[in-house]
């Protein structure tokens, strides 16, 4: 049982729609409130492509079990060495090392690419993933106050960035 890695295909959506979707209803990874349809989230997936921006695929047995990219952090053109990512993995597969790989691999392209620095933002009440990103040497820089509002409750934000350079 190998994770693979590679670059997504319009074939993955309705599989990355499903690990989204979940998040949306019953988590706090994704600040929305509705599901997102395929075609929203093809749209999505199209609009970091064509700006130059990685979005990766991991598969166990050949079986999409998460998903992983980077863009633009901010809109500004002072920010365009700085990127912003997300990586997620279906709830069967946490704890098998999909988010390692994704996050490995986005390290390795964000680098290859120029950057300078990648953020993360993460709901404070994910402290697995506040901790799994300080085990790949992303940094606690900032914590945001009641930034999002979700299941009837204000959520925090939690920023994490590392040096690429």
Same mark, same amino acid.
């Given at each position: 049982?190998?994770?693979?890695?590679?670059?997504?295909?319009?074939?993955?959506?309705?599989?990355?729609?499903?690990?989204?979707?979940?998040?949306?209803?019953?988590?706090?990874?994704?600040?929305?409130?509705?599901?997102?349809?395929?075609?929203?989230?093809?749209?999505?997936?199209?609009?970091?492509?064509?700006?130059?921006?990685?979005?990766?695929?991991?598969?166990?047995?050949?079986?999409?079990?998460?998903?992983?990219?980077?863009?633009?952090?901010?809109?500004?053109?002072?920010?365009?060495?700085?990127?912003?990512?997300?990586?997620?993995? #279906?709830?069967?597969?946490?704890?098998?090392?999909?988010?390692?790989?994704?996050?490995?691999?986005?390290?390795?392209?964000?680098?290859?690419?120029?950057?300078?620095?990648?953020?993360?933002?993460?709901?404070?009440?994910?402290?697995?993933?506040?901790?799994? #990103?300080?085990?790949?040497?992303?940094?606690?820089?900032?914590?945001?106050?009641?930034?999002?509002?979700?299941?009837?409750?204000?959520?925090?934000?939690?920023?994490?960035?590392?040096?690429?350079?």
């Amino acid at each position: 049982m190998e994770i693979k890695i590679r670059k997504y295909q319009k074939e993955d959506c309705s599989n990355i729609l499903e690990i989204i979707n979940d998040q949306i209803l019953n988590g706090t990874a994704l600040y929305d409130y509705q599901p997102r349809t395929l075609e929203q989230q093809k749209i999505i997936f199209d609009d970091k492509l064509k700006k130059g921006f990685p979005v990766l695929v991991a598969t166990l047995n050949e079986e999409v079990v998460g998903f992983g990219y980077y863009s633009e952090f901010r809109f500004r053109e002072a920010y365009k060495f700085t990127v912003e990512h997300s990586v997620y993995a #279906h709830k069967k597969a946490i704890g098998k090392g999909v988010g390692k790989a994704l996050l490995t691999e986005l390290i390795h392209l964000a680098m290859k690419q120029g950057m300078h620095t990648m953020i993360g933002v993460i709901d404070s009440e994910n402290l697995d993933s506040i901790t799994f #990103h300080k085990k790949y040497g992303f940094e606690q820089v900032g914590f945001l106050k009641e930034t999002g509002f979700k299941f009837n409750r204000w959520l925090h934000s939690v920023l994490v960035q590392k040096m690429l350079t």
